[in-house]
């Protein structure tokens, strides 16, 4: 390279690396973008009419198209696969796609015809020469992970620590297997759940449900810190949430079909911040009604046998929604049971059991003050008393809000000084980082000012129509 550069010749290298070892700055080095969806299903259509078949409507492959990443050897490879299996309405393909991303064998791809057109030969070129048995064992696991990963997360499942795990992604991603982000964020190359499977099958049945339970917990664990960074006002965390969907919803459909019903739940935490900030009610009633009947005695309402320890979170999921759909009777109906169920089981020394009695007065509070009755300030006054006991600061600034709400707007409670006083202590309790947060206190202190403003703008003008009637 060096003695062309005073010629006329140009030289074109391709890798997935950057192979900075060994070229150094020498060459310019430009990345391949993504294929544009445009081009893709222009490949879409010349592949069909390879087969014989004319595609009359290509939007119905977006699925297939917008899996593939814009890789065009996965494109070649998985387009050629689906017309080979004679697939033609969206619905097919979509489940086509599902499979894709569990892994199963639905590729019939010849590794002998070479990396320029087998895809199992393009990802195992770089695989085999680039990892050792252990560590191909543990990239294994990424057939696991839908579409992303973090480096923490693959690190629970596969007993790395966190360094160990950024470095084996690291590597990974140099050789085309996945995208680094930056923090120990990864994308999966579309292809991978599938190239992975049949290695991952290669352990005995213990192992490999071994893995998936690591794999499920792993990603519960990291949906219920998420949803705890957003309780305390982090919003960031809904970025974080929104890669790890995919993960959350496999996670979730594992756990079910093991009952491992703490997975389920601590999934479903992670789901309902998400689902919570960008308003998808719809979706998150469906998950909530679909695990119903393997937690509830429908004679009771209370808990099954041994799934005691996730039923109470599903009835305040379920309160809650009854509560959206404005149906009261329902709404505490169940928070009576739960109220109950709470009560009995809470402990002193135990901060979630107190949590967990708190958070069912205050689910009780709201009901009453939605329905207009005065009561609502017992249930809440009690909460919020709980919930300082346990330095709970965030959700008690919560409760004091709901306080001075009632405050403000129920007829039989109306008292301009408690609401100012009850606003004051929510804005005092919440974290100084939390501005969005922070702005319903501030707003509702205004609110008060503002009604101040007009009894004392009204009783001077009763005072001075008085004065001039005498």
Known sequence: LRAARETKAKFLLTSRREERDWLGDLPARIAVPRMPFQERMELTRALASKHGRQLTDVEDWRPLLEFTDGN???ITVLVGQALRDGLRTRQQLEAFVAKLRAGEAVLHDEATQGRTRSLAASLNYGFEHAFNEAERGQLALLHLFQGFVQAATLGLVATLTPESAVQL?????EVGLLTAHGGGYYSIHPALPWFFRALFEQHDMEARERALRAYVEAV??????HHDQYGTGNRGAIAALRAEEPNLLHARALARQHGWWLGV?????GLRALYDYTGRK??????VEEIVPGLVDPATGGPLPGREDVWSGVTEYRVRLAREAR??????????????????RVREEDRNSVRNFAVSLEQLGHIRRETGRPTCVDAYRESFDLLLRIEDRSAAAMIAYNLGQAYMSLAALRNLDEAESWFRKSLDLKSRGDRMSRAGPLGELGHVAYERFQQRSFSLVWRGLRSDAA
Not at 220 to 225: D, I, K, M, R
Request: glycine residues 4%.
């Open 327 to 344: 149906k009261w009777d329902e709404a505490e109906r169940l928070q009576r049971i739960r109220i109950d169920w709470d009560r009995r």
């Open 72 to 74: 065009p050897l996965t």
């Open 220 to 225: 519960a664990l990291v949906g219920s810190h």
């Open 169 to 173: 992604l690291d590597r990974a991603a």
């Open 282 to 287: 719809a979706e998150w009633a469906r998950l």
């Open 265 to 269: 739940i601590g999934a479903m935490q």
